[in-house]
């Protein structure tokens, strides 16, 4: 009976040591580092690509430690780092849409560097399917990295089942044929669908583009609020239509589920990708090399591994057998429509009022 | 001018007089000022935070905020409405099975060990892993609903009310039975044993006699279950379809940045306002329905063969039932492709192996739950002897604790982040209030109410007299505390830290297990 008090005892002080152990810092990954030897980044990158990244960028650069914190979303990035500005913790941000660097860039949140320095023997501007994709800042304050294409997702043997044909184009989506096998996430939370419907008004113009999206919120099963919900349903032929980005059908694919990508005759959007040193970084060197290295051939293998496509010529992944290599788009894509911040901007307030609508069914 | 010690005696020997010495310095009570600090903690992770959202709420619409919004109030209207009927649909479904289960189990199979390891199955997990189950199950081409088509019946789409509300249900079932097991538990053998031998048959004996005494159990049961179907997030992201209720909607729209920034924080106050009323009102049909008595409550059971088949084919149907959407999510795991076809296509254990190979997700959930832990059991420690000693601090203290259970864990969050956001704003922010701090802050106050309710009950089993003899024979109150008191509380430190770990790694586990978003 003794020894099991002493037992408890001993158990209540590990507990308690343990604890104001890790309050103190010495568990938790708070970005109070040693200097030079521990690079802080925030990503919006999904937990399974920051973790292979962290791994692969580590092994090529033996001395430094990254930290990642991953899936923070763009905005969150950019008021974290805002809320930091008077005394940085991060050294790299990365992941995220275009936009949302060239706001954290306005407000002064990401640091000016040389792009022939950084970016060496890449172009200002990427051309494929008839548009031009920047590829840096001016003054070097952001740098894409990848980009997914926006894209139709469809599960073949559920469509083979329904007797439904593939949809080719985003007109097709609108059928009465498909009326309950679409589905689509909200434009209100989603910077994709968000996206996706700016690359659709600037495909269609703006009176066709909301007669049609009338004809096809008839033929949704429902807008989902979650994105990642979305594919597990496409994935699983639960819903066998929906559009987004091709990178997640393409990992399902891989998974081995039945799912496949169209690229509309219209045109398939860029969803480009950036990252950009933070401003007063404690790590300013590490930040660069970290970023030169995602431009780096080895760099891009990695984000090719992980179903981005890579933003430099003749880059294949190694891990898998999908082709998003440039060549690969080229070959494959009929057209490519790169959206227009400004359109966006102007939009975005009649987009969200009418998607307000549509998704509380006040607009069937 | 130096004073000699008192008992000393001048060089003739004649003793001199005692000097008055130093004045006694006040002792510390130590135990009072650690209550007294774990209330204060209290206020700051559960008062804070709500009172955050509602000031923010009140300045909002006294400004005249809602202006802009003319929307705003009819969809709240429609999102309210939808909240409360599924929530009191899934209540009333939930208390009528709940109420025999408990009846056959404690009154006809003597709590059989087996079952109510089956009946509570679903508490360890999240309702995003039940959400999950029900579509892997009932989807469109969920495996029940692909085997009744091949019957000729065609299930009606789960995605809407009846997926959240089948989810919530086979979730929620256990939470009821437990409850309401324990108030048929606590019904006098006595009481029922002389309704027996009166003449009434089992039925009119439970619905007259267990029943009635029950009551604050069954609504108590009906509360909790109302609340957590109500404040859900999990099951109505996924299966909920075009069905919009208040959590869900107040988290999607806060974790968006292209949404009008007011709305999550009016429909968060709105979701405390709901169901702090809705406590208050079962709070007072309990206390009406209460009924003391002072005998030893040993369980009457009903020696009926036929009650006891009866009871198993009933329960062991239940149980199965709850089973079986765990089986479902276990041969997700080791599934290569699972979906449309019946089976999956092939078997691996690759998805494991590659959360081997990522270990830092499951690092940081253990982490954080090995950190969060301890602090909840420690503040829980010191909240429970304040309550046990009475008065309004105490008092206070035993109501403050409830309040995560009642509140929506999403509106909880929010005024967190929101509180967090005011102090970066006034550049009060500290290391420790960031990143992990923030979540680790955020799992002791939503975890807090289940080690208070622990410690309450086990330092009311304490006997007194103990620590009256301590202290009577001169130990301090701290000593006393230590020595007498806290080594009867070891069994309760050991079960609250348990079932604290579980629910914080419940909560947290999904969340940072998964993959995050992409766009």
Known sequence: ?364 | MHTPPAGRADRAGRDLPAAPGPPPVPRVDFLRVAEILAAACLVVLVIVPLAAILVDSVTLVASGGLGDLPDFLPHLMRLTRNSLFLAGTVTIVVVGLSMPLAAFMTRALRENSMLKLGLTLPLLAPPFVSAFATIVLFGRVGVVTQVLARIGIVMPDIYGFLGIAVTHVMHLLPLAYLTIAAGLQSVPRAVEESAISLGSSPFQAITRVVLPYAAPHVYMAALLVFLASFGDVGAPLLVGGQYLVLPTEAFTRFISFMVDRRVPVLLSSWIVLISVCVMFAVRALMRRTAIAHTFTATTYTYDAPRLRVVGAVFCGGVALILFVPYLAILVSSVATVWGPDLLPRALTFDHYQALWRSVGPLRNSLVISGVATPLAVLLALAIGRLVREGGRLGAAMDFLTLLPFVISGVVLGIGIVRVYAQLEAAGLTVALLSGPGLLVIAMVSRRIPYPVRVMNASFMRIDRSLEECSVSLGASSATTFARVTLPQLYPAILAASTITFIQVIRELGPRSLSTGRVG
């Open chain 1, 1 to 364: 009976m003794k020894r099991t008090r002493e037992g408890y005892v001993r158990l209540a002080n590990v507990a308690v040591v343990l604890a104001v152990a890790l309050i103190l810092g010495a568990g938790l990954p708070n970005g109070h580092a040693a200097p030079s030897r521990r690079l802080v980044v925030y990503s919006a990158a999904p937990l399974n690509f920051t973790e292979t990244l962290k791994r692969a960028f580590e092994a090529e650069n033996p001395g430094i430690t990254v930290d990642i914190l991953a899936g923070l979303g763009g905005e969150a990035m950019i008021t974290r780092l805002d809320a930091e500005r008077a005394s940085p913790r991060a050294d790299v941000m990365h992941s995220g849409a275009v936009f949302e660097f060239i706001e954290a860039a306005k407000k002064g949140l990401l640091a000016p560097t040389r792009p022939r320095d950084i970016a060496g023997v890449f172009p200002a501007h990427l051309f494929l399917g008839g548009s031009r994709i920047p590829l840096f800042d001016a003054q070097g304050r952001w740098y894409v990295w990848g980009y997914s294409l926006g894209v139709i997702g469809y599960h073949r043997d559920r469509l083979a089942t329904l007797r439904l044909p593939v949809p080719k184009t985003w007109s097709d989506l609108a059928n009465p044929v498909y009326k309950g096998q679409v589905v689509f996430n909200m434009p209100q939370l989603s910077s994709s669908a968000f996206n996706t419907i700016v690359a659709l008004y600037q495909i269609m113009g703006p009176r066709a583009v909301w007669a049609y999206w009338d004809r096809l919120n008839e033929n949704l099963v429902f807008y989902s609020r979650s994105t990642s919900a979305l594919y597990t349903l496409v994935g699983r032929g639960e819903i066998p239509i929906s559009f987004g980005t091709a990178r997640s059908y393409h990992e399902g694919q891989v998974r081995g589920q039945a799912v496949d990508v169209v690229y509309p005759s219209e045109g398939a959007w860029v969803f480009a990708t950036a990252m950009g040193v933070v401003q007063g970084a404690p790590n300013p060197e590490a930040a660069s090399l970290f970023i030169k290295w995602i431009l780096s051939p080895s760099g891009q293998i990695h984000s090719a591994n992980q179903f981005q496509n890579p933003i430099r010529a003749g880059i294949r992944a190694t891990e898998h057998n999908v082709d998003l290599s440039i060549e690969a788009v080229v070959r494959q894509v009929p057209k490519i429509v790169v959206v227009d911040l400004a359109v966006a901007e102007q939009i975005r307030a009649d987009v969200m009022r009418r998607f307000d609508a549509y998704t509380s069914g006040r607009a069937r």
